[in-house]
């Protein structure tokens, strides 16, 4: 190679594509169903479509298997129902596009795809709601292709407290949680702490035998929210050999957005109510509605975050555990803002660019990106 074919071959976007990129966390399985996109053709709205995920240089993908509990239960029929069809349209994905993605649940046919050029498509449950109390549904889940498990979104269950109500303030796991936590350890599913409460955390990471994950969360040292890890966590959860993925979205990595939208959450409520009034489909497209108003109105009154301050935080993690304990999960599709330089998947590459400016290696940015993650995948299934 001559010097330029060299400098060609070190640039940030041919180190990018060169990585395998593993995205933990994105709700866009939730737009197929109620929105009934094609996420095949490039969307015009929405932060993620396989062409803009091949644009954006992404490799895997994380599907989240989302049970609102307000809408569907926090268990039951209801529950079970609005994962399954969750999953059904994550495997109808890829037999109907198989050219463009393909199942996955080890980090081989992880590699096997991004060798192959396709997508990798893999699932989380997000918030334990549908296994509806009952251990055997943790292996029914497993079965069907599920690969990690949150015990509690942002409403605690019985078993497990969630950061985001007063129920979790108190509330770990119970017994009945721990046995949930072991069988996920037995079966090889991986379980994370994102969204659960303080107690729950140190729960979930003194009973599990393997390493402990969070899909998508940021630092509470620079954002101070309670959706967020602690230092004390983040250390707690590294020595199990977890990784913490960071989150893009604005409330969770920019130091005070969360209270300024509060306000605007607060001045906006008759615009969101209205939204969903005026709307004649179901509960599922009245959410839609009112998260349609909230993004526009985001996007006018709260202050722009860039991919710098994702950096920040995955600076902060790697300052307190080393470079082995960090990822990313995006939250696309599931957020009312991004960044603004971070507009949708494709523009993944900013991050890899913002990356090395900083310093990482090549080495460095091939762990963060996703190399990070596979290992923990080797790690739990065996
Ligand atoms: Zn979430």
Same mark, same amino acid.
């Given at each position: *190679?001559?010097?330029?074919?060299?400098?060609?071959?070190n %640039?940030?976007?041919?180190?990018?594509?060169?990585?395998?990129?593993?995205?933990?966390h994105?709700d866009?399985?939730?737009?197929?169903?109620?929105e009934? /996109?094609?996420?095949?053709?490039?969307?015009?709205?929405?932060?993620?479509?396989? !062409?803009?995920?091949?644009?954006?240089?992404?490799?895997?993908?994380?599907?989240?298997?989302?049970?609102?509990?307000?809408?569907?239960?926090?268990?039951?029929?209801?529950?079970?129902?609005?994962?399954?069809?969750?999953?059904?349209?994550?495997?109808?994905?890829?037999?109907?596009?198989? #050219?463009? =993605?393909q199942?996955?649940?080890?980090?081989?046919? /992880?590699?096997?795809?991004?060798?192959?050029?396709? +997508?990798?498509?893999?699932?989380?449950?997000?918030?334990?709601?549908?296994?509806? #109390?009952?251990?055997?549904?943790?292996?029914?889940?497993?079965?069907?292709?599920v690969?990690?498990?949150?015990?509690a =979104?942002?409403? &605690?269950?019985?078993?497990?407290?969630?950061?985001?109500?007063?129920?979790?303030?108190?509330?770990?796991?119970?017994?009945?949680?721990?046995?949930?936590?072991?069988?996920?350890?037995?079966?090889?599913?991986?379980? @994370?702490?994102?969204?659960?409460s303080?107690?729950?955390? =140190?729960?979930?990471?003194?009973?599990?035998?393997?390493?402990?994950?969070?899909?998508h $969360?940021?630092?509470?040292?620079?954002?101070?929210v309670?959706?967020?890890?602690?230092?004390?966590?983040? /250390?707690a959860?590294?020595?199990?050999?977890?990784?913490?993925?960071?989150?893009?979205?604005p409330?969770?990595?920019?130091?005070? =957005?969360?209270?300024?939208?509060?306000r605007?959450?607060?001045?906006?409520?008759?615009?969101?109510?209205?939204?969903?009034?005026?709307?004649?489909g179901?509960?599922?497209?009245?959410?839609?509605?009112?998260?349609?108003?909230?993004?526009?109105?985001?996007?006018?009154?709260?202050? &722009?975050?860039?991919?710098?301050?994702? !950096?920040?935080?995955?600076?902060?993690?790697?300052?307190?555990?080393? +470079? @082995?304990?960090?990822?990313?999960?995006?939250?696309? @599709?599931?957020?009312?803002?991004?960044?603004?330089d971070?507009?949708? /998947?494709?523009?993944?590459?900013?991050?890899?660019?913002?990356?090395?400016?900083?310093?990482? $290696?090549?080495? %460095?940015? %091939?762990?963060?990106?996703?190399?990070?993650?596979?290992?923990? *995948?080797? #790690?739990? &299934?065996?």
């Amino acid at each position: *190679m001559n010097t330029s074919e060299v400098r060609k071959a070190n %640039d940030p976007l041919s180190i990018h594509r060169r990585a395998i990129t593993v995205d933990m966390h994105a709700d866009t399985v939730q737009r197929i169903i109620d929105e009934h /996109v094609d996420i095949n053709q490039q969307l015009a709205d929405g932060h993620l479509d396989a !062409v803009r995920a091949r644009e954006g240089g992404l490799d895997a993908q994380f599907f989240s298997i989302w049970v609102e509990p307000q809408l569907f239960g926090g268990g039951g029929p209801g529950a079970m129902k609005r994962a399954d069809i969750q999953i059904e349209a994550v495997r109808a994905l890829a037999e109907k596009h198989p #050219e463009t =993605w393909q199942l996955a649940t080890t980090a081989n046919d /992880v590699r096997k795809a991004s060798e192959n050029g396709r +997508i990798a498509a893999l699932m989380g449950l997000e918030g334990g709601y549908a296994i509806d #109390e009952r251990l055997e549904n943790v292996d029914r889940y497993f079965q069907m292709g599920v690969r990690y498990m949150s015990p509690a =979104w942002s409403v &605690s269950t019985t078993w497990a407290g969630s950061s985001g109500d007063e129920a979790g303030k108190t509330r770990g796991l119970n017994d009945f949680g721990k046995q949930v936590v072991r069988e996920m350890n037995r079966l090889g599913m991986m379980v @994370d702490v994102s969204h659960v409460s303080d107690k729950t955390f =140190w729960d979930i990471v003194n009973t599990s035998s393997r390493p402990v994950i969070a899909t998508h $969360s940021g630092c509470r040292a620079i954002a101070n929210v309670p959706r967020n890890l602690t230092d004390d966590m983040i /250390v707690a959860l590294a020595k199990t050999g977890g990784v913490v993925n960071v989150i893009f979205y604005p409330e969770h990595i920019e130091p005070g =957005w969360s209270e300024k939208k509060k306000r605007v959450d607060a001045e906006i409520s008759e615009l969101v109510q209205r939204a969903s009034d005026e709307e004649p489909g179901g509960v599922a497209q009245k959410k839609l509605a009112r998260d349609r108003v909230r993004a526009r109105e985001y996007l006018k009154r709260l202050p &722009s975050v860039s991919v710098s301050r994702i !950096v920040d935080h995955i600076d902060h993690i790697v300052k307190l555990v080393g +470079i @082995d304990h960090v990822g990313m999960g995006s939250d696309f @599709d599931g957020v009312q803002a991004v960044p603004a330089d971070l507009k949708s /998947v494709a523009d993944l590459p900013k991050l890899t660019e913002e990356l090395l400016r900083r310093g990482y $290696s090549e080495q %460095d940015i %091939d762990k963060i990106l996703g190399g990070n993650m596979l290992r923990v *995948m080797e #790690e739990t &299934s065996h």
